[in-house]
């Protein structure tokens, strides 16, 4: 049996285990990608890892989330994002540049690649024939130190396309339709791989706005073989030498298989407040719309953005929407004004934005209340417009920009009728991407060597190895499913201390018992003790990196949230599992002692361990961890583990 694309790419790649659905592989990554929210920890944790520069082919620092300077930490964050991007040798783009998945896909993103980005929609650049996945920042600052990235082999499904899109019908409404047939858990545990007779007739940014909203069906990655209109699309950009040849064997063996045929596809829209809320447009028609959003990641090129402005030529936006263009990125704007369209736009009633995530994640032009948005974006969950009772609809810039005219939901085929003179504007590439592209800054032009840290941002301490003796205090004393909430609070002023690793700290298990912080760095380490699904919720690094911060050595509980018993192996704290009564007999501030000799019973496989308690009972601790947990335990956590492995030890 032949191989699929996704299985070429990860074997050419692969430095641990082997293509088994579900076995745990481990990979290399060649590019990494880390946005401002995300990247200050990555390179705070980096700067912990003491490796002179990234390690990877490429790495590529953008400031596109929080671009408008609210008070002087994001302006601090950037600053420490430019300075660390220099330090260490990646390209910093700067804020107002763009949203990095546009960005990167103009300039870095490469077939044959894999690509590992801390932010969900970095499967963006499988358009462009590259493997790239979202993951957490520790993973990328493994990554970028040498380290392998390490996945459960995922199903990998064959989406087959036939036929051509017909008049109206977009990319959009594509992944619009595996939405709508698959809904947002469809995906989990999968690559969707696009191939069939249908791929040709999909230029590459079409295609990555299929690749960019996989992430809403929760798939690992979406990838396209490349082809004579990936090679125009390089060329077009002047990268022609990036180009590749990849795709799957003839004979390639699928998990699962797809079929859509694209001449059936129509205008759709995602209803409030769900990507898989999926309707054929006319079904909504009539809907009054207060506003019409053009871009995010999604649906923010110039390509995207082109079929609106010619729409617009020579009309008005109705009276009673409004409509605001936010370009994917800066080229895209520099391109579309050079061109005149930015002034057309604008003629006709637009409000032309600067290029950032922005309203994507509420910040600016958030709807008003009980108001209908119309956004060509990826997701429209309740409130993450920056108003809980938003009622946000999804669809393709064509369809929003017919409802900016019509003031109400119309699907553009009717509009055309209606106006006789409306015709579908295509899709068009420019001949010559020309964006000056000032704002991007390679390694060899930083105009910083060395690291700016302003106030609201602090060092990430390194755990030293496990030694042969564990001891300490039962700091706390906790219940049954403990979430990761109640370890560091998701709240915005709590939150805003995410690259203050002390600052944030205090705030360790505030919501259980408020001096736990202070207890805890008094007493100079010891252990957590716990119920039931200790650290279920999300899969929030902080929530181990914060304890660990405190001097934690490790949580005695019950059992254990999955994401959460890993994250606690990344930062160095023995998981053990104690049984009911144990746990009814440990108190708060017990003195505990691990009997064994921790680190060498922890490398050697064994599962059993003797917690001795006040130096008066004993009970027995169970260790369930695979091989490679435990050699990242042994090591201090994953940071000490990569650097010690960087370091050849
Ligand atoms: Fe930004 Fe929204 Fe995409 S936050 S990265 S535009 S999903």
Redesign the pocket.
Known sequence: MGQTLTEKILEDHLVEGDLTTGEEIGIEIDQVLT?DTTGTLVWLQFEALGLDEVQTELAAQYC??QTYQFDFKNTDDHRFLRSAAGTYGAHFSRPGNG???NVHKENFAAPGKTMLGS???TPTPGGLGELAIGSGGLDVTVAMGGGAYYIEMPEVVNVRLEGELPEWATAKDVILEMLRRLSVKGGVGKIFEYTGPGVESLSVPERTTIT?MG?ELGATSSIFPTDENTKDYLERLGRAEDYVEVGPDEDADYDDQITIDLSDIEPLIAKPSMPDNVVPVNEVEGTEVDQVMI????N?AYEDILPAAKMLEGRETNKTTEMIVAP?SKQASEMLAREGWVSEMMAAGVNFSEA???A??GIGHVPASDSVSLRT???NFEGRSGIEDDNVYLCSPEVATAAAIKGEIIDPRNLADELGDLEDPGFEMPEKYTGSNVDLIAPDEAPDDELIKGPNIGDVPLKDELQASLEGEALLKMEDNITTDHIIPATSDILKFRSNIPKLSEFTLSRVDQDFAQRALDADGGFLVAGENYGQGSSREHAALCPMYLGVEGVLAQSFARIHKANLFNFGLIPLEIDEETYAKIQQGDDIEIVDDVAEAVRSGQEEFTVRVNDDWEATAHLDASAREREILADGGKLSHTKKQAEGG
């Not at 871009?295 to 999604?298: A, E, H, P, W």
Request: proline share 0%.
């Open positions: 946005q596109d989330h949203i990095c998945h932010d969900s929609h960019n992430t871009g995010s990641c999604t923010g994917g950032t995530c922005g994507c994640i974006f990826n997701r």
